[in-house]
């Protein structure tokens, strides 16, 4: 009797699966970097309790990161690039959405970001600071960035009537501020994903009784002041 030749197997493609897992496995160190650093903060943190949290060898490890401020400084590159995608400038042409609604937009576009990573959240109000100074002069310079960006954008708000006057770059460090202590004390207090609405309108409210002037009449270009 006949018997059917054996089918051989479809040869595997280890260097395809090698390269997702190794993906994978990067990933997983970074998340459990984060959950650590969040726990313990970064100076308490060890490579030994990184590893432990991720479920791989310590060799394993430095297979991915030089040592533990490589992978420090890899989340918190992730986190800006994250925040600074939200932040749109305000259109003020033809067929774009109001004022108020882009402004609300970008606030509530950065608390939902927060919200969502709030380990990194905490991580970048209670250690980003301190771990040595070629880390801090790169922290401020993000710092400096969003206050620029801040700072440019109610330059061009007085312009349009929209932002009150005063000084820009002084009205950028009190919003920061101000945005700051709030997001420091949802995530302290444990403030959920769904708060991102109630917190927007709370901040725009407040903004609005502040340095905003974007209800009510729809904004006109101010003339040039005189010297």
Same mark, same amino acid.
């Given at each position: ?61 430095? =297979?991915? #990161?030089? %040592?533990?401020? &490589? ?6 590159? $992730?986190?800006?690039?994250? !925040?600074?995608? @939200? ?52 922290? =401020?310079? #993000?710092? %400096?960035?969003? &206050? ?6 109610? $330059?061009?708000?007085?312009? !349009?009537?929209? @932002? ?64």
């Amino acid at each position: 009797m006949a018997t059917r030749a054996k089918t051989k197997p479809e040869p595997r493609r280890p260097a395809r699966r090698s390269a997702v897992s190794k993906t994978e496995r990067r990933q997983d160190i970074l998340v459990a970097a984060r959950d650590v650093f969040a726990k313990l903060g970064y100076h308490q943190t060890t490579i030994d309790d990184i590893v432990a949290e991720a479920g791989v060898a310590r060799g394993t490890y430095y =297979l991915y #990161f030089e %040592d533990k401020r &490589a992978i420090f400084a890899d989340l918190l590159d $992730r986190y800006f690039t994250q !925040l600074t995608m @939200v932040i749109q400038r305000i259109d003020m042409g033809d067929g774009a959405p109001s004022v108020q609604e882009q402004a609300r937009a970008n606030m509530r576009g950065i608390l939902r970001v927060c919200l969502a990573e709030r380990a990194m959240t905490k991580i970048l109000f209670t250690d980003a600071l301190g771990v040595d100074s070629a880390f801090d002069r790169k922290l =401020l310079t #993000f710092y %400096d960035a969003i &206050a620029q960006l801040l700072t440019e954008s109610y $330059r061009e708000g007085q312009a !349009l009537g929209i @932002v009150e006057d005063g000084e820009p770059r002084v009205l950028a460090y009190m919003t920061i501020g101000a945005l700051k202590e709030l997001l420091y004390q949802a995530v302290t207090l444990g403030f959920s994903e769904e708060s991102v609405d109630v917190l927007t309108a709370q901040l725009y409210a407040f903004l609005s009784r502040g340095c905003l002037r974007v209800d009510g009449a729809p904004p006109k270009r101010r003339r040039g002041r005189k010297a």
